[in-house]
């Protein structure tokens, strides 16, 4: 099989209507994870199977027993947290705790999502395939989510849980590459870019060596009248012009066409650092808007959904009502974004087999398999990325610890203290409404401090910490308050919230300033692997720890380890400014190889030319 690839593509530039429909995108997917996949989904899911399930050592009914009629008292549920029998669903010879069975299914869930990412990842960096999988997959998810509240056994609805979960990591992958691809194209960033461009050509010319910088990178989306350098001395001026004006420095001397040599690399040195540092800053005010748009979305519905249930007094049936709404929303919200988004195409990517014509299916497998090739390749050569691999490593870890949070939370309220259905919706409303609050306020605190993306996670890494440590302690010491009324989860929820949503927003966007550009979709699949790679994790061993001791508080002591973990590895193995610089290597050695491959395929059409003629 040969591989060759179609010359770069002009990117065009971002529009603001463009970047609300990626956020109409977060709106859209989020209110999946906020009401379903972390809520609404566990429990129903829990109930079907303490439904078909029995009593631990009997053959009694669980839906008989407290464990499973919702209470309208926290005193009385308190009093049966520590005597209540466990429910178990068997399967054949095997029986599971029916809140370990949600956390095993969870595992199986992103085990899968991780084999897709892989299959699909570097696949959507070529041609129009981002936003193609984008909406294909958005599609499957909304309607397997849909599905979930119609169907009448545990195992159908696990099923299909499990498709839309999939369903979702696959599509994100797709929304997350989009991030650097639009803020690189907003337009006051690419004219310094241009500009920047035209004085390395100036540079270049005056010293008569080819001089590497992150302009580079930007030279194959630029058009041969952007490079003109008959125009380079007028494009220099505006440069120099435009940097004074926001820098506040005497330029005035540099302008005339024997400016200094040194003088004018000082320059470009400053203005690319300051370029690099704008669009970071730009990069963490998108994303954490989207995860502000995202938890506005799933704030919405949760209200929604909270009417709901207080209206309908059947519990089961309000849950999946919430689920199949949460489908619906995702589907409606995710075309608005499938109709305003750009496709912003990569390299057409071209599988050949020595000129053998092959169906569809064949052509699917190759791609698939050029997917896994390459997120090998990348891999292998994780040594040119130390930075973004260390972070991905700290990610691996991050990322389980707060989704085994999120996950066990409701588990945790449901089967040991008891909540009612209204206090469980009230509980997974208050996480995205402090989640939107702290998306919103810790940019703001980051300029007041004026930390840069790496201090600002190490902050939010260190505050996050705190919550395994408060439960550790109550398994340590008898004076420490166990967790054990609903007033304690309910602060704990909130301190929680408010930090996970700058989390993921500002991990989001530190990682997006390491992808090196024409690899986006390649790089948030690794993103993706390693968060879904390691969230089997996490809801396994909670599962394994419940089945072991009866008693799901014991997990703290596990969640401590992996939260952390991540803290050593971004201190000492996160460096923003040489991770920056490798990305931008990785880039032009990237298409220096795609052009050589392009060389290399027109050498071999012409020799495959004369051979023709040669015969006729």
Not at 232 to 261: C, F, K, M, P, Y
Request: net charge negative.
């Amino acid at each position: 099989m040969r591989v060759s690839f179609s010359p770069a593509p002009v990117e065009p530039a971002t529009t603001k209507k463009e970047i609300w429909a990626w956020y109409s995108y977060a709106f859209a997917s989020e209110a999946y994870v906020v009401v379903a996949l972390t809520s609404f989904i566990p429990i129903t899911l829990e109930a079907l199977a303490s439904e078909q399930g029995h009593l631990y050592g009997t053959h009694e009914p669980c839906v008989v027993h407290p464990n499973t009629t919702d209470t309208t008292t926290l005193g009385a549920a308190a009093a049966l947290v520590m005597e209540r029998p466990r429910c178990m669903i068997s399967f054949g010879h095997l029986e599971v705790d029916t809140a370990s069975f949600v956390m095993y299914l969870t595992s199986l869930a992103v085990f899968l999502q991780a084999l897709t990412v892989v299959s699909i990842s570097s696949m959507a960096d070529y041609g129009s395939y981002r936003k193609k999988q984008l909406i294909i997959f958005s599609a499957i998810g909304a309607i397997a989510t849909m599905l979930i509240g119609a169907v009448p056994h545990v195992w159908m609805a696990g099923a299909l849980s499990v498709i839309a979960n999939v369903s979702f990591g696959a599509g994100v992958v797709c929304f997350n590459a989009y991030l650097p691809l639009l803020v690189r194209n907003v337009d006051r960033l690419r004219h310094r870019q241009e500009l920047l461009v035209q004085l390395e050509k100036q540079i270049e010319l005056q010293s008569g060596q080819p001089l590497p910088t992150v302009a580079a990178e930007e030279e194959s989306s630029l058009t041969d009248a952007d490079l003109d350098i008959e125009h380079g001395a007028e494009a220099v001026q505006r440069a120099l012009l435009s940097h004074q004006e926001e820098a506040g420095t005497d330029i005035q001397d540099l302008l005339g066409t024997e400016d200094s040599l040194e003088r004018k690399k000082e320059l470009f040195t400053e203005m690319s650092e300051q370029l690099r540092e704008d669009r970071g800053h730009l990069m963490g005010q998108i994303s954490a808007k989207g995860f502000a748009s995202g938890y506005f979305g799933g704030i919405l519905l949760l209200l929604i959904c909270l009417f709901i249930s207080y209206r309908d007094k059947s519990s089961t049936r309000s849950l999946k009502v919430g689920i199949f709404l949460s489908g619906l929303w995702w589907f409606i919200f995710a075309a608005l974004a499938g109709v305003w988004l750009k496709q912003r195409p990569g390299r057409e990517l071209r599988l050949e087999d020595r000129g053998q014509k092959h169906g569809s299916l064949w052509v699917a497998s190759r791609y698939v398999l050029y997917s896994w090739s390459r997120v090998g390749a990348t891999i292998v050569q994780a040594r040119k990325l130390p930075s973004a691999f260390a972070f991905l490593i700290s990610w691996f870890f991050l990322s389980d610890g707060y989704t085994s949070i999120a996950n066990v939370a409701l588990l945790f309220a449901k089967t040991s203290l008891q909540l009612p259905q209204t206090y469980l919706i009230l509980l997974s409303l208050e996480v995205p409404i402090c989640a939107l609050i702290g998306t919103l306020a810790f940019p703001k605190l980051q300029r007041a401090l004026d930390y840069n993306q790496k201090q600002m996670v190490l902050l939010l890494l260190t505050m996050l910490v705190m919550v395994p440590v408060y439960g550790t302690l109550g398994l340590i010491l008898p004076f420490w308050p166990h967790l054990s009324s609903a007033r304690e989860l309910f602060a704990v929820a909130a301190y929680f919230g408010f930090l996970i949503g700058a989390v993921q927003s500002f991990c989001r966007s530190m990682f997006a300033d390491l992808v090196p550009r024409g690899r986006e979709s390649e790089f948030f699949g690794l993103y993706a692997i390693t968060d879904k790679g390691s969230s089997w994790l996490g809801p396994l061993a909670v599962a394994a720890i419940t089945d072991a001791t009866h008693e799901i508080r014991h997990a703290f002591i596990f969640l401590l380890v992996l939260l952390s973990l991540p803290l050593p590895i971004i201190y000492f193995g996160v460096d923003m400014n040489q991770g920056r610089l490798d990305a931008e290597k990785a880039s032009v050695e990237l298409q220096q190889s795609q052009v050589a491959g392009e060389h290399h395929e027109q050498e071999h059409s012409g020799e495959e030319s004369e051979r023709l003629l040669s015969t006729a």
